[in-house]
């Protein structure tokens, strides 16, 4: 009788603490929460001998990107839940599969390095992830639908997690200071097609948050950004959010597609257009993502630049970042990863995956309800 007494003692507490969640996630909507995330999540960055190459023949360059992350699957794990991935479109297969830093590595007389596709992923048809074409090709997923799965394999193994966001970077022609780098192939609506397909390959439709449920009945998604059509995080947990980070090539994604009807990304938009609900603000000033926050929108911004802040333990971006309210900001340095020179990281309070906006939550939002670092 008195064990019996004991374990109830112990649920208790654990009942309570998921019926207050359960409570708040009808409140708190998905633009009313921060995030920490990383920028080129994928990039694992350069073997010995490429770090040797690049110091001596562009050091600048190589100052602004030295730098890597862990596998998605670990970055996940430490609590990021903003992923950037920059992607190049591959039909055929092979286009990117032997770089020329290979090569050059071995005319200075450096020693060889690991094979950088020892499972020949880029022979393969399909979406590349890439950094610096013929420079910087170490990728901890190198197809895109790789890197899909991956992440929701981990998004399975933990149900009750926050949005995934997931920014996806198009890259076409020159995507390296190489003079005779290869070239990435340009994209058409076409190609944007072939990314939906490939997204919806990987994740249901119960998975992913589309502007079309954003939008609902209103005419335009800013006019149901504007109304607090978000959805809650009860709607939410679980499932990702795509956003297309370039803004020049939205005009080929909504091809067919006019205020994303049909579509898996949300587009970067600008406050007064009517496909604006994210807007993308690397360069913003904290008065400013704070404006857009309270409006509504869904904010993405850096907290560090070229690695300088990683360098100087220069908190004062950071910290702006932090309290302007965006939803989602991205480092080069998240916690699990600090600047191997100062120290320097960002992340949340009590190194919380997820924490209520500072700007936009409501009255009485818990930070432990949101979700904790696992």
């Known amino acids: 009788m008195l064990r019996t007494a004991v374990a109830l003692s112990l649920l208790l507490p654990v009942a309570a603490l998921a019926q ?133 394999a981990w998004s399975h193994a933990h149900p009750g997690h926050v949005p995934i966001f997931i920014l996806v970077e198009d890259k076409q022609g020159k995507i390296s200071q190489l003079p005779d780098a290869t070239t990435a192939e340009p994209w058409t609506p076409a190609t944007w097609d072939a990314m939906d397909a490939e997204i919806r390959s990987v994740f249901r439709p119960k998975e992913i948050i589309t502007p079309d449920q ?17 959805p809650t995080l009860r709607k939410a947990r679980g499932k990702v959010v795509f956003l297309l980070y370039n803004r020049k090539p939205a005009k080929d994604y909504l091809v067919g597609h006019a205020m994303m009807k049909g579509r898996v990304l949300f587009v970067n938009g600008r406050p007064g257009e009517p496909e604006a609900g994210f807007v993308e603000q690397d360069n913003g000033t904290q008065d400013d993502i704070a404006a857009l926050v309270k409006k509504g929108y869904l ?61 936009n939550a409501p009255a009485g939002c818990s930070d432990a309800l949101i979700e904790a670092k696992k």
């Open 20 to 152: 207050s969640q359960r409570a708040q996630d009808r409140q708190v909507h998905i633009n009313q929460i921060q995030v920490v995330g990383t920028h080129n999540s994928y990039n694992m960055g350069f073997a010995p001998s490429e770090a040797k190459y690049m110091q001596e023949h562009y050091a600048k360059a190589y100052r602004g990107v030295e730098y890597h992350h862990q596998t998605l699957t670990q970055q996940l794990n430490a609590g990021v839940r903003q992923l950037e991935l920059d992607i190049v479109q591959d039909p055929e297969g092979g286009r990117f599969a032997h770089p020329k830093i290979v090569e050059l590595t071995q005319q200075a007389g450096l020693p060889a390095d690991p094979d950088f596709d020892p499972k020949h992923e880029m022979l393969k048809p399909g979406f590349k992830i890439i950094h610096l074409g013929d420079l910087n090709q170490r990728s901890s997923c190198q197809r895109f639908v790789g890197c899909l799965e991956d992440i929701r």
């Open 214 to 230: 954003v939008r609902g009945h209103f005419q335009t998604l800013e006019a149901a950004v504007l109304a607090g059509r978000w």
């Open 299 to 359: 904010v993405r911004t850096r907290s560090d630049f070229g690695t300088e802040q990683g360098r100087t333990n220069d908190t004062t971006r950071r910290d702006q970042t932090l309290a302007s309210g965006a939803q989602m900001v991205s480092t080069d340095f998240p916690a699990s990863e600090p600047a191997p020179w100062t120290g320097y990281t960002v992340s949340l309070p009590n190194g919380a995956a997820a924490r209520c906006n500072p700007v």
